[in-house]
Nanobody, 124 residues
Framework: EVQLQASGGGLVPAGDSLRLSCTGS????????IGWFRQAPGKEREDISC????????FYIDSVKDRFTISSDNTEKTVYLQMTNLKPEDTAVYYC?????????????????WGKGTQVTVSS
């Protein structure tokens, strides 16, 4: 059974940083893309970042590029999302997800599984 556990959210002022963690089990780590999407009330889902643990390839949407960094600890089976210079528009529930591909192209399309989200709130 696939299990994904996201953690690390919180309430921070604009300009601050947070690091989200996603621990996964029940799937072959190297055969999947692992990444994040976020959902804010009244807004469309944003598929923000992805990593392929087998070669470290990454993807970011433009709105988080240069502020967020995704990384993978393949020994601990954990993916991190380091978020810096947070903005109020980053406020959302953040979910980690997996997809059974190995390139992060079109990240977010036909995700295989995701866990419960973690709330990130950025105050202005």
């Amino acid at each position: 059974e696939v299990q994904l556990q996201a953690s690390g959210g919180g309430l921070v002022p604009a300009g601050d940083s947070l690091r989200l963690s996603c621990t996964g089990s029940g799937f072959s780590w190297d055969d999947y893309e692992i990444g994040w999407f976020r959902q804010a009330p009244g807004k469309e889902r944003e598929d923000i970042s992805c990593i392929t643990p087998w070669n470290g390839n990454t993807f970011y949407i433009d709105s988080v590029k240069d502020r967020f960094t995704i990384s993978s600890d393949n020994t601990e089976k954990t993916v991190y999302l380091q978020m810096t210079n947070l903005k109020p528009e980053d406020t959302a529930v953040y979910y980690c997800a997996i997809r059974g591909l190995r390139h992060c192209g079109s990240w977010g399309y036909r995700l295989d599984s995701w866990g419960k989200g973690t709330q990130v709130t950025v105050s202005s």
